[in-house]
């Protein structure tokens, strides 16, 4: 073990530093130190403003160095300016008792606060200052400074500002007391005044040795406690014994409040139900700070876990930056007593792999995260907004809910519904509630899923209907060697017009074009016309901007703009399915234009389809004639108590011609 009675002593070179650094050592006269002082960054760097956010190590960090390059055995700081976190290997040895927390004001002619006139100018290095200050006098400019207490002292002396903000234990450890107007009532740092020693991780040696006047072993303990979700059989055997532990309990919203009875703490009550806060969470804070450092075993009861939306992280940094001793008890969170409480999992094989919990307190940036089930806590005022934004992220209308009241408790209340509902309904549900939303939900949700067949080649313009199954009745080809659509893109200079009617006569097209090595600007002089969004988004992934979509989905949309606006004498440019409908091509014909009809793939029967039981289906889909016709072929009628759904008049009229 190293010498512990001659040791190297660190710290800045400012009068005021050297003070506290002999103050600490006077406790222990039996130790023979060598003193190191040094300029820190914040000390070279005097023209940064303190009112701006600096390093946490500001004044520390060379400081620090001479610990861990073993150039120093302590270092002795004013506690205030040693940064949260410390250091990795840097240990506190000891926290020693502040005589005095308070600030005081220097003025020219020792005036106070309430006597210096409108506009005087005070100095301050410090924020929390400056905003005490703005509730006092808002009337007076303030005037950022550094440097050490008689440098900042002289410029009140020079004139160069009229009064000055300081610690008081400053003023007192220099001698200049003389100089104080006035202690002020401010509000000031919870370590203003205590000074610090510190030293590299290990050295046992000198925590032995200044462990005699740590005040920290005065403090008391603060554990953070979770409480579950209302049931008093659910809290832990680990919280019932910090709880029979305690001095004092600051607990939130117990909705079976006489269940604390049992514990001989004082019970101070810190809820904050939406609306009605008893106190804000900076004063539950300072709560439970004071009440730690009188010495008392704290519990902060929480609903719960501490750890989710329940602002454990915030009271861990309060109080450890303030060298509390903090540690957590974890509670059953909502999410988990829900799950076991309904039966609903929140994740289940092959249909739920992730969960998120979110929370849905306000409705400014709600996220809805790419999960399988989640779980908004504090939503219940906001469902129609959370419902909404999850159909806007994607999610169908059809998507199950449940919304779940007082989770555990006797009264717990279940409600069940869609996304879609929700988004429209305006009923007022009790409060608090949990909503859940996600397939799972249907595990007990009396609402079903309905179960959708699409036939036809894309699913996903579609999922929004239900529970997909994805059985193509056709296959698309594509038309190769195509004689006539190369000629055409050779001659593209005398199109007009290109109308596409579908995904794949753009992808087909395009494919080709590429393959040609032709230049997309070639096409700046043509006309776009689109059957529909789906097709329109597939010209988007080929940067091209349609000049016309129709709105129907269909051919007769098409038709009805050429003819509205008259188009005639144009060279029309077709690329589609062999087994595209003349209908649209005679009708443009019709109206005077040319057009090039040719086909760029092959629409054929899969072969490979798998034969379904159509009577577990709710709904069957049909995106083109062709799907009608090979489904005739597959199941030779259509089924008339399932609802079908068609895309297009031209799907439509090939259906009715089906059924009759």
């Not at 205590?194 to 040795?209: F, H, P």
């Not at 462990?211 to 832990?236: A, C, M, W």
């Not at 199954?469 to 004689?483: G, R, Y």
Request: charged content about 25%; some cysteine.
């Amino acid at each position: 073990m190293r010498d512990s009675k001659y040791i190297k002593v660190g710290g800045r070179k400012s009068p005021l530093s050297i003070l506290q650094i002999k103050e600490v050592l006077s406790y222990f006269p039996s130790v023979v130190y060598e003193l190191i002082t040094i300029d820190s960054y914040g000390d070279k760097n005097k023209q940064i403003s303190l009112m701006n956010k600096i390093a946490p190590d500001f004044f520390t960090r060379e400081l620090d160095t001479l610990l861990l390059n073993d150039e120093a055995d302590i270092i002795i700081h004013s506690a205030k300016d040693l940064p949260y976190p410390l250091p990795q290997g840097i240990k506190l040895l000891a926290l020693f008792e502040a005589f005095d927390k308070t600030d005081s004001l220097v003025s020219r002619g020792n005036l106070t606060l309430a006597q210096l006139p409108p506009g005087s100018k005070v100095g301050t290095s410090s924020p929390t200052r400056k905003a005490e200050l703005g509730k006092i006098r808002p009337d007076v400019t303030v005037i950022s400074i550094r440097g050490t207490i008689e440098e900042r002292i002289q410029q009140v002396d020079e004139g160069k500002i009229d009064a000055l903000i300081v610690a008081s234990c400053a003023l007192k450890r220099l001698g200049l007391t003389n100089r104080t107007a006035e202690v002020l009532p401010f509000r000031t740092h919870p370590l203003q005044g205590n000074l610090a020693v510190t030293a590299k991780s290990g050295r046992i040696d000198l925590q032995e040795l200044f462990e005699s006047h740590d005040i920290r072993k005065k403090y008391g303990q603060v554990t953070l406690v979770g409480f579950g979700p209302g049931n008093p059989d659910l809290l832990t055997i680990a919280g019932d014994k910090a709880l029979s532990d305690a001095d004092v309990i600051f607990h939130d919203d117990l909705l079976d409040r006489d269940f604390l009875n049992k514990y001989p703490a004082i019970k101070i009550y810190v809820g904050k139900r939406f609306g009605n806060h008893n106190y804000n969470q900076n004063e539950i804070n300072e709560l439970i700070y004071e009440a730690a450092i009188s010495g008392k075993s704290v519990v902060r009861l929480k609903g719960g876990d501490p750890m989710i939306f329940a602002h454990g992280r915030e009271e861990i940094d309060f109080l450890q930056s303030r060298y509390v001793t903090v540690r957590v008890i974890p509670g059953i969170s909502a999410a988990i007593a829900l799950s076991a409480y309904t039966h609903i999992p929140l994740t289940h094989r092959g249909i739920a792999s992730s969960v998120a919990f979110i929370t849905g307190h306000s409705i400014d940036n709600l996220q809805v995260p790419d999960a399988d089930t989640l779980v908004y806590y504090m939503g219940g005022n906001n469902y129609t907004a959370i419902t909404t934004a999850a159909i806007e992220k994607g999610l169908p209308e059809h998507t199950p809910v449940a919304l779940v009241h007082n989770i555990s408790l006797p009264d717990q209340k279940i409600f069940y519904s869609t996304l879609g509902r929700l988004a429209k309904e305006q009923i007022k549900y009790p409060t608090p509630v949990v909503i859940i939303i996600g397939k799972v939900v249907a595990f007990e949700s009396n609402i079903p899923i309905p179960k959708v067949l699409i036939t036809g080649s894309s699913k996903d313009e579609y999922t929004h209907l239900g529970e997909i199954t994805h059985t193509p009745l056709i296959k698309i080809d594509k038309n190769k060697d195509n004689a006539a659509l190369i000629s055409s893109i050779e001659n593209i200079k005398n199109t007009d017009w290109i109308i596409f009617t579908s995904r794949y006569g753009v992808q087909y097209f395009f494919e080709t074009f590429k393959e040609m090595h032709k230049d997309i600007r070639t096409l700046n002089h043509v006309k776009i016309a689109s059957v529909g969004k789906v097709t329109s988004s597939v010209l988007a992934g080929f940067s091209i901007t349609t000049d016309f979509e129709s709105t129907t989905e269909s051919a007769e949309g098409i038709i009805r703009f050429f003819k509205d606006q008259s188009i005639s004498n144009k060279n029309i440019l077709l690329p589609r399915s062999d087994k595209g409908l003349k209908y649209l091509s005679d009708e443009l014909t019709d109206l005077g234009n040319q057009v090039f009809d040719i086909p760029v793939y092959y629409n054929t029967q899969n072969e490979k389809t798998t034969v379904q039981d159509l009577s577990v289906y709710d709904k069957i889909v049909f995106s083109s004639p062709s799907g009608v016709d090979a489904f005739m072929d597959i199941y030779k009628e259509i089924p008339s108590d399932i609802e079908i759904i068609t895309k297009g008049k031209t799907t439509a009229s090939a259906l009715s011609k089906s059924i009759k």
